[in-house]
């Protein structure tokens, strides 16, 4: 990878997590772990998930390095002036946290999203996704801090506790790339990470609905402590959820090919308005399949990533077909986001997207911020202001 490519400690932060998920499922008796809890594989399918896992990975690198070489459409967006975007996500996060109090509804755990005008808005103004963006593509600005601890009120007050690990990893590269030391960063994660416990009942409770003081009852801290640090490891690694589908391939493609999930052309956010609207059948996208898979009987909204390699292996059609749409929506990807910016900051930023929606497997997600993409590039347009001085 190229020299200032400063994200390379959380590229391998997460190959060394896959390592160490594999050590540990091979020594406690091939159980896998995460959300694949109480499932056993065998240990050359386990090892063979780590391999699967590194060479997607190396795919990945490859691809957006090539990528990365391409210029950009235009650098006319990226030459003017951020403010006027940076208000209007301001004022959508203090409308979005607003309605979201009043009506109970976007909460984690619950796929209620209404049916009014309001909420159709919100959700093709994915408010978390176009923070997102502005975060990772605009270097600096005085708003930022606004419109970070607005962001932060919005998913806590939504249950969303993962979203705080991306800003920490933000966090990281932005000051990496600042030569700033990482030590604040650092001690916000040790922070974080002791604290997770109590960030578990405070989400649960905003889930339920449930007061919080009702939740944060005495408990054992070490035990609680040691499931929940287990519970985001598990989460990260996905050697088990790769021999998970390994071991039941048959079936999962079976139950794709019989129309209970969606082909991977149809994973994208543009499906799912079509079938809001009637127009497409009923399916359920991958991560749903595997979780519903998981548990027949669980009534939830509950989904597992079933990483890159996982959702590609599920898909099947001679895996040429998959592999050629991830491709695309790659380069769409990276086309869109050199359009808003194409500096160290943004390209080192881009991977970082790739880590955290592509190589999970979360292909419907990384769909949204395709889409997301393109309604940045239309806001900023339309919000454009000749650009005087850098903010």
Same mark, same amino acid.
């Given at each position: 990878?190229?020299?200032?490519?400063?994200?390379?400690?959380?590229?391998?932060?997460?190959? =060394?997590?896959?390592?160490?998920?594999? @050590?540990?499922?091979?020594?406690?008796?091939?159980?896998?772990? +995460?959300?694949?809890?109480? *499932?056993?594989?065998?240990?050359?399918?386990? @090892?063979?998930s780590l391999i699967y896992i590194?060479? /997607?990975?190396?795919?990945?690198?490859?691809?957006?390095?090539?990528?990365?070489?391409?210029?950009?459409?235009?650098?006319?967006?990226?030459?003017?002036?951020? &403010?006027?975007?940076?208000?209007?996500?301001?004022?959508?996060?203090?409308?979005?946290? =607003?309605?979201? $109090? #009043?009506?109970?509804? %976007?909460?984690?755990?619950?796929?209620? !999203?209404?049916?009014?005008?309001?909420?159709?808005?919100?959700?093709?103004?994915?408010?978390?996704?176009?923070?997102l963006i502005f975060l990772t593509?605009?270097?600096?600005?005085?708003?930022?801090?606004?419109?970070?601890?607005?962001? @932060?009120? /919005? %998913?806590?007050?939504? +249950?969303?506790?993962?979203?705080?690990?991306?800003?920490?990893?933000?966090?990281?590269?932005?000051? !990496?790339?600042?030569?700033?030391?990482?030590?604040?960063?650092?001690?916000?994660?040790?922070?974080?990470?002791?604290?997770?416990?109590?960030?578990?009942?405070?989400?649960?409770?905003? &889930?339920?609905?449930?007061?919080i003081s009702t939740q944060l009852?005495?408990?054992?801290?070490?035990?609680?402590?040691?499931?929940?640090?287990?519970?985001?490891?598990? &989460?990260?690694?996905?050697?088990?959820?790769?021999?998970?589908?390994?071991?039941?391939? #048959?079936?999962?493609?079976?139950?794709?090919?019989?129309?209970?999930?969606?082909?991977?052309?149809?994973?994208? %956010?543009?499906?799912?308005?079509?079938?809001?609207?009637?127009?497409?059948?009923?399916?359920?996208?991958?991560?749903?399949?595997?979780?519903?898979?998981?548990?027949? /009987?669980?009534?939830?909204?509950? #989904?597992?990533?079933?990483?890159?390699?996982?959702?590609?292996?599920?898909? #099947?059609?001679?895996?040429?077909?998959?592999?050629?749409?991830?491709?695309?929506?790659?380069?769409? $990807?990276?086309?869109? /986001?050199?359009?808003?910016?194409?500096?160290?900051?943004?390209?080192?930023? !881009?991977?970082?997207?790739?880590?955290?929606?592509?190589?999970?497997?979360?292909?419907?997600?990384?769909?949204?911020?395709?889409?997301?993409?393109?309604? *940045?590039?239309?806001?900023?347009?339309?919000? !454009?202001?000749? &650009?005087?001085?850098?903010?």
């Amino acid at each position: 990878m190229r020299k200032n490519f400063y994200t390379t400690p959380i590229t391998l932060l997460i190959l =060394t997590l896959n390592i160490a998920a594999t @050590i540990v499922v091979i020594n406690n008796s091939e159980l896998l772990i +995460g959300d694949l809890m109480g *499932f056993k594989s065998e240990t050359v399918v386990i @090892i063979q998930s780590l391999i699967y896992i590194s060479l /997607s990975l190396l795919f990945l690198s490859v691809l957006y390095n090539g990528l990365e070489k391409i210029k950009p459409l235009t650098t006319k967006l990226a030459d003017s002036n951020s &403010r006027p975007i940076a208000i209007f996500l301001i004022c959508l996060e203090l409308l979005y946290i =607003t309605y979201v $109090f #009043n009506t109970g509804l %976007f909460v984690a755990g619950n796929n209620e !999203r209404g049916g009014g005008v309001i909420s159709a808005l919100f959700v093709l103004l994915n408010v978390d996704v176009l923070v997102l963006i502005f975060l990772t593509h605009v270097k600096t600005s005085k708003y930022k801090p606004i419109i970070i601890m607005l962001w @932060i009120i /919005s %998913f806590l007050q939504r +249950g969303w506790i993962s979203y705080f690990f991306i800003l920490i990893l933000i966090s990281f590269i932005d000051r !990496r790339l600042k030569n700033k030391k990482n030590w604040k960063a650092g001690v916000v994660l040790i922070c974080f990470i002791l604290a997770l416990p109590f960030v578990e009942q405070i989400k649960n409770s905003i &889930r339920s609905g449930e007061a919080i003081s009702t939740q944060l009852t005495f408990f054992d801290y070490a035990d609680s402590f040691n499931q929940q640090f287990m519970k985001v490891v598990g &989460r990260v690694q996905t050697v088990s959820h790769v021999a998970f589908i390994t071991d039941n391939i #048959n079936q999962l493609q079976n139950l794709k090919n019989n129309g209970e999930s969606t082909d991977f052309f149809e994973e994208n %956010f543009i499906y799912i308005i079509a079938k809001k609207l009637g127009s497409a059948d009923d399916k359920i996208n991958t991560p749903d399949l595997l979780a519903r898979y998981i548990s027949p /009987s669980l009534d939830s909204s509950w #989904n597992v990533n079933p990483s890159l390699i996982g959702w590609i292996f599920i898909q #099947n059609d001679l895996y040429v077909l998959p592999i050629i749409w991830v491709v695309l929506l790659c380069f769409l $990807f990276t086309m869109l /986001s050199k359009i808003i910016a194409n500096d160290l900051y943004a390209m080192n930023m !881009r991977w970082l997207f790739w880590l955290v929606f592509l190589f999970p497997g979360w292909i419907f997600q990384f769909t949204a911020v395709i889409f997301s993409l393109l309604v *940045f590039i239309l806001l900023k347009y339309t919000l !454009r202001t000749k &650009r005087v001085k850098p903010l």
